[in-house]
C-alpha cells in the first residue's frame, strides 16, 4: 500500500503515531520505535503493510519503504512540501473514505516539484481541490458586504473574494484572478500576486 505521511505524533518511548494518506483513506497507525527510522518524515510517499492481528487500538505500521523524490534533499523545496502536505490532515480529519483524487492531487503535485515553482504548484493545486469540492466562488460580489466587485479585489480563505476595503486586505487585479479561476492556472499572475494566493492557502484549505 502506498500512502504520504500527513501527520507525525509522538507515543510512548520512541514510538510514533503515523497519519498517512492513501488513495482511499486518510488512517492512523503504530509504528514501535518509529522515532529511530529516518524515513517516517513528514510529507514522505512510503510503501508499507498493515497489521491488525493483534494490534489493541489502532493497526501497526509494518515493512516501510520510502518512494523518494530527487527535490527532497533541496532544503527550501523539502519545507514548501512539509508546509502543504501539513494541510491536509485537518481538511480531512474525520473522513472515513476518500475518493483517490486527494492522492492524485498530492502525487502529480510531487512530480512537479523538482521542475516548476513551488508555490505556483501549490496555488494551482489548491484550484483544483476547491473546485473538486464545489467551493469555488464566483468573482461578482463581496462575501462580506453582497456588494459588486470593482477591479480589484481581495481573497479570504478558500479564495472566496471581498472587497479590499472590508478584510482590509490586499488585492489583485479581477481580471486576472478571473484567468486563474477559469483555467486554474497561474500563467498570467506576477510572482508577488502568486505570493498574495500562496500566503491565502497557507491559513488552510
Known sequence: MKGFILRLQRAKNEDLIVTILTERAMKSYYRFYGARHSILQLGYLIDFEEEDEGARFMPRLRRVSHLGFPW???RNRL???????????????DTESLEPFYFE?????????????PKRIVCESYHRLLKHEGRIHPLDRCYICEKSLNEEVALMQALI????????????????????????????????????????????L
Open 72 to 74: 527532497l534533499y533541496r
Open 105 to 117: 492531487l498530492l502525487l502529480e503535485a510531487a512530480r512537479r516539484w523538482e521542475r516548476q515553482n
Open 161 to 204: 473574494p471581498a472587497h479590499p476595503g472590508c478584510i482590509y486586505g490586499p488585492s489583485l487585479p479581477r481580471q486576472k484572478l478571473e484567468s486563474f479561476f477559469e483555467s486554474g492556472k497561474c500563467t498570467w499572475l506576477e510572482d508577488s500576486e502568486i505570493d498574495l494566493i500562496y500566503s491565502t492557502v497557507s491559513k488552510g
Open 79 to 93: 519545507m514548501a512540501w512539509q508546509q502543504f502536505v501539513r494541510l491536509f490532515e485537518p481538511h480531512l480529519r
